[in-house]
């Protein structure tokens, strides 16, 4: 049961650059759609989330875009640190996730 | 804290043993979870629970068993341990309140199935 589709499957950046990591769903009741950072050796821990009242969410460095027409929502990291590598995970209204992007930032 | 510690960390079991892993969670959520996390595949769900007493299927429930006798522990069982079961399992635990799905993932143990 795949919930959500995640792209791509590794992302690497320059330090300072914009990471862009997409996912998408096909379920038009899901409300609810977080992202989570799991880094090397931890646990997943929820980074940001968004509910479709809006189409942006942000904090701090951190942004949601979330397109409720196309059912897709991405994540936008602005000025990527290295100390942001880590392994990104969506979800929808689900306790499912996402396969996961793998984030290198490079300094 | 409200926390949710997972025992033991790591562990190593022989083929066809029987293996428990337990989970521990002071955030009085009624929901918790069990997955497992191998390279390549994410984090798949095996079982979960919506309160004490309660245990539902996940995506990959084959090999385990699953129980949940309080609001606060939940138990991931392993009757006839495989190598393929050989993989680093997360619990989590969360709340359903307001439609969230926000979810506290434990550290992780790390089970080797020789």
């Known amino acids: 049961q795949q919930q959500v589709r995640q792209s791509p499957q590794s992302l690497t950046v320059w330090e300072g650059e914009t990471a862009i990591l997409n996912c998408s769903y096909e379920?038009?009741?899901?409300?609810?759609f977080p992202w989570y950072h799991q880094f090397p050796g931890e646990s997943p821990a929820l980074l940001i989330a968004?509910?479709?009242?809006?189409n942006k969410k942000e904090d701090g460095r951190f942004t949601i875009f979330f397109n409720k027409r196309e059912k897709k929502f991405s994540l936008h990291i602005a000025d990527s640190q290295p100390g942001d590598s880590a392994t990104y995970f969506c979800a929808a209204s689900s306790p499912r996730f996402g396969a996961g992007t793998k984030l290198s930032v490079k300094p | 804290e409200a926390a949710v510690t997972q025992s033991p960390r790591n562990k190593v079991a022989v083929t066809g043993g029987k293996v428990t892993l337990s989970c521990n969670q002071t955030?009085?959520?009624?929901?918790m979870y069990w997955y497992r996390q191998d390279t390549g595949h994410g984090l798949r769900l095996i079982h979960y629970s919506y309160g004490a007493g309660s245990t539902e299927k996940g995506d990959i429930p084959d090999g385990y068993k699953a129980s949940r006798p309080s609001q606060e522990n939940f138990s991931l069982i392993l009757e006839l341990a495989t190598p393929s079961q050989t993989s680093v399992y997360f619990c989590?635990?969360?709340?359903?309140?307001?439609?969230?799905?926000?979810?506290?993932f434990g550290p992780g143990t790390r089970l080797t199935v020789l």
């Open positions: 955030n009085n959520h009624n929901n």
């Open positions: 379920d038009s009741t899901f409300d609810y």
């Open positions: 989590a635990s969360g709340s359903h309140w307001g439609g969230s799905y926000e979810q506290y």
């Open positions: 968004i509910r479709p009242v809006s």
